[in-house]
């Protein structure tokens, strides 16, 4: 590690603490001028900087004009967060003062940080892998305790080490093919059955196989569940996207076509992060502005992963319900009769044959029951969320979250691309190809692992996991 702490040649220097008037805020440098630059700038002239001490001072301009009171600590290659020396001074927040002391090193000559800069800092500089990058993003966005506790197990090594462990096995089996090929000759060697090769391989694939199927729950864990409320205008869509977020987000008014955008906010159901969109009402636009709010509610529709069919219980269907009903997607779909505290005309036992009143073109009709519930007085919200999950796994959830290893799409193509390859190399090992060609496919294999922590990765990879981190991370 010491070896490649001067790569970067340049000492950078960032905000690290969010933008706006607050407490504290976190300059953070990185590099070999790092400690030089701090002492420079520090009112007190101490003759060191002990590693991980606390110093208060005042830290002024290069001219000795003070700018603010800070503290500051001094981190020493390679016991750093990117593998040089560092330091982190925390001043008061404010733009003025974080401004001025980003200006103040800059003229001493440290360069403003890249997106990202100081975490792929700490992955060159073999500080953490590809997933621990990744997981930094994840545990800075949560979006909830569950995702956080996810984003954290991985941030702790829990998936590399598992994707390094995969990644040795494959290799042993590739250096007994490639022991195979080298001394075929040799009467001394020993060489091991096909079958006991094969049946390693089988076992690495299944457990590959067991770890990607935590794939789906893991990935709506990381990115939400998307979940659209349809209706026709004065159903009460604004109510339930209220009822399920537990707040007042959405305006609610008996006048419809009230909501003329869509709104989306988070929640959760049964410890998933969930975005909720409010579509406006469809039906025939009176205005530009309300067409606009249409067209924006059936894209809503068409990428959601489950759409609530709100109808009116106090009504009978009409010709708008038929519209929206034919515009959702067959599969994805909860139908809920809202407003049962009202007296209902519209029920579960006959809604299918109001239906048969109208010319349905493209309406499931052999789906599963119909909810009743209340937006207003919360009944039925319980069992309508337990629906949203049902449906978006299509059953049940079958992993707990503690039990999920695959939350990031980029893992699970590396995965898939990986057990295809070794499904390949058994096929060549049973058909009796050449060991020269299976051990190329099985090595493949292995890289497949291998690109997933990062040991072998390219430019762009790695740029578009960088570009999504903020400056000063």
Not at 241 to 246: E, F, H, I, T, V
Not at 311 to 332: A, N, T
Not at 384 to 408: A, C, Q, Y
Request: net charge negative; glycine share 6%.
């Amino acid at each position: 590690m010491t070896e490649r702490k001067d790569i970067f040649k340049d000492t950078i220097v960032a905000i690290s603490s969010p933008v706006g008037v607050a407490a504290i805020g976190v300059i953070r440098l990185s590099g070999s001028k790092s400690h030089h630059l701090a002492l420079t700038l520090l009112e007190k002239k101490f003759e060191d900087l002990e590693e991980r001490k606390m110093y208060r001072s005042f830290l002024v301009s290069p001219e000795g004009k003070m700018i603010d009171e800070v503290n500051v600590c001094f981190y020493k290659a390679p016991q750093s967060f990117t593998g040089e020396d560092m330091v982190e001074i925390f001043c008061h927040s404010g733009m003025t003062v974080l401004a001025s002391i980003l200006d103040a090193f800059t003229r001493l000559g440290a360069r403003i940080a890249e997106p990202g800069e100081f975490t792929k800092r700490a992955f060159i500089n073999g500080k953490m892998d590809l997933v621990q990058v990744e997981s930094i993003v994840d545990i800075i966005d949560a979006p909830s305790a569950a995702s956080l506790e996810a984003a954290l197990r991985q941030r702790k090594g829990e998936l590399s080490i598992r994707v390094e462990r995969w990644r040795e096995e494959i290799l042993e089996v590739i250096s007994e093919i490639e022991a195979d090929i080298d001394f075929r000759e040799e009467e001394l060697l020993e060489i091991k059955p096909v079958k006991e090769k094969i049946e390693k391989l089988r076992k690495i694939r299944n457990d590959l196989k067991k770890a990607l199927e935590t794939a789906r729950e893991g990935i709506f864990l990381r990115e939400g569940i998307h979940v659209s409320i349809a209706g026709k205008p004065n159903v009460g869509k604004s109510s339930l996207l209220n009822a399920l977020l537990r707040k007042d987000r959405a305006i609610v008014t008996e006048i419809p076509g009230t909501t003329r955008d869509v709104i989306s906010e988070r929640a959760q159901i049964k410890g998933f992060p969930v975005i909720v969109t409010d579509t406006a009402g469809i039906r025939k636009a009176a205005d530009a502005a309300e067409e606009e709010g249409v067209l924006r509610a059936r894209r809503a529709i068409r990428e959601s992963d489950v759409v609530i069919m709100l109808f009116d219980s106090s009504q009978s269907l009409d010709e708008q319900d038929i519209e929206v009903l034919e515009s959702v997607p067959c599969g994805r779909t909860i139908w809920a009769l809202n407003k049962c505290d009202l007296k209902m005309v519209l029920t579960v036992e006959n809604i299918f044959d109001e239906l048969k009143r109208f010319d349905v073109e493209r309406v499931d009709l052999t789906g599963e029951k119909p909810l009743t519930i209340s937006a207003l007085t919360g009944e039925g919200l319980d069992e309508l969320e337990d629906r949203i999950i049902s449906k978006v796994f299509e059953g049940e959830v079958l992993h707990p979250v503690e039990s999920i290893i695959m939350t990031n799409r980029r893992h699970v193509q590396h995965l898939r691309d990986a057990i295809k390859l070794i499904e390949e190399g058994i096929k060549l090992m049973n058909n009796g190809h050449p060991d020269e060609i299976t051990a190329l496919v099985i090595r493949e294999a292995a890289d497949k692992l291998a690109g997933i922590i990062g040991l072998i990765t390219t430019e762009d990879v790695l740029h578009d996991i960088f570009s999504r981190f903020c400056i000063g991370k």
